[in-house]
C-alpha cells in the first residue's frame, strides 16, 4: 500500500523553509508546516547518495504512531498525517499528494527551543566518549565505574546545542537555565523525561532498548511548549536489539548497520563526502531492516498500519 516512489529530495509546489540532512520543511501557511521525510540516508555524518526505499514512511509513521499512544500525556505540533485528512484540510496539497504521502506530517509551526534534549537511558556516543577519558558528562560527574553501553539509573537529561553546521555540542544543564530561565529550563527537563520513560518501557515490550532519544520543543502562538519533530524514531534515537546487548562494548544498531558495516569493510573511502555508491543489497536490506523495526516496535506492518487521527476536528 505504499502510494509513493522512493525519494531521494522532494521538489513539492510550496515554499521550502529547511532541507536537512533527512526531512524537508514547507510553509504551508503561516501557522503549519508540512515536514516530508524523504528517503535519505546518512552514516557516519555523510549522506548517502541512494535513497532506502520506505524509510522516510517508516520515520514520520513511527513518530505518528508515538503520538498517538501518547495522546493526552503532552501537546505536540502533530495536526495531521493520513493524506486524506491533510488534504481535506488544504486542497491545494493534492495535486503534489503522490509527493509526500504518508511520509509527511502537517504539523503546527512554532518558534523551536534552540536546545537538543537528550535523554540518556544508557551510555553510549558522545556521553560514552567524554565519560571514558575524564569520568564527566558535559563537564559534570557521572558516578563511577561505568562501562561502554552501561544503563543509567535514572536516566540522564543531557541537554546539547542545536549546531547549524557540524556537530551538536553538549552542555550543562546549568548552561540551559542561564538562557532559557529556570522555569522553561524545568519544564523541558520534566517533559522529555516522561516521554523517554513512557517510550523506554514501550519499546522494551517489543524487545527493544530505547538507550537515548534526542526530543525538541517549540513555542506556539499562545506561548504554549509544544513537543515538536520527530518523536522516538531510530533517526532521533538509539535503538538497540534486546537479545544481543551486553554492558562493556558498542551495540549493533538496529537500523543501520548493515549500512555501517559495508562502509566499513571498503578500504579506501576516508568517510568523508563523497560516499560510495550502495549496492542493491545493502540498500535492500536497509530498507527491510527499516520496516522490520516499524513493525516490532508497533505490532502492525507498515502496509497495514491504520493511520491515527489526532485533534479535535480529525
Ligand atoms: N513544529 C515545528 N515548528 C517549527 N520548526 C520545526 C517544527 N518541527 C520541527 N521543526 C524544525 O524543522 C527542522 C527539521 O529539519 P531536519 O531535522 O531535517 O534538519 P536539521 O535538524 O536542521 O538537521 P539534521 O539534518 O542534522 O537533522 C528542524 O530544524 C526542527 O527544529
Ligand atoms: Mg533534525
Known sequence: ??????????????????????????????????????????????????????????????????????????????????????????????????????????????TPVLVECVIRGYIAGSAWKEYRTGGTLAGEPLPPGLQESSRLDPPIFSPATKAQEGHDENIPFSHVVDTLGADVANLLLRRSMEVYEFGRDRAAQAGIILADTKFEFGFDGAGRLLLIDEVMTPDSSRFWPQESYAVGRGQPSLDKQPIRDWLDSLEDWDKTPPPPELTDEVVDSASRRYMDIFQRLTGSSLDAFTLPHFGDDA
Open 1 to 110: 500500500m505504499s502510494d509513493t516512489a522512493p525519494v531521494l529530495t522532494s521538489h513539492l509546489p510550496l515554499p521550502l523553509l529547511h532541507r536537512g540532512k533527512v526531512r524537508d520543511v514547507y510553509e504551508v501557511d503561516a501557522d503549519t508546516l508540512l515536514m516530508v521525510a524523504s528517503d535519505r540516508v546518512s552514516a557516519f555524518d555523510v549522506v548517502m547518495g541512494r535513497p532506502i526505499p520506505r524509510k522516510g514512511e517508516v520515520l514520520t509513521l513511527i513518530t505518528a504512531w508515538w503520538l498517538s499512544e501518547l495522546d493526552g500525556r503532552l501537546d505536540h505540533h502533530l495536526l495531521a498525517v493520513d493524506p486524506d485528512e491533510i488534504v481535506r484540510r488544504h486542497p491545494a496539497l493534492a495535486s503534489s499528494r503522490d509527493g509526500w504521502a504518508r511520509r509527511a506530517m502537517l504539523v503546527r509551526r512554532t
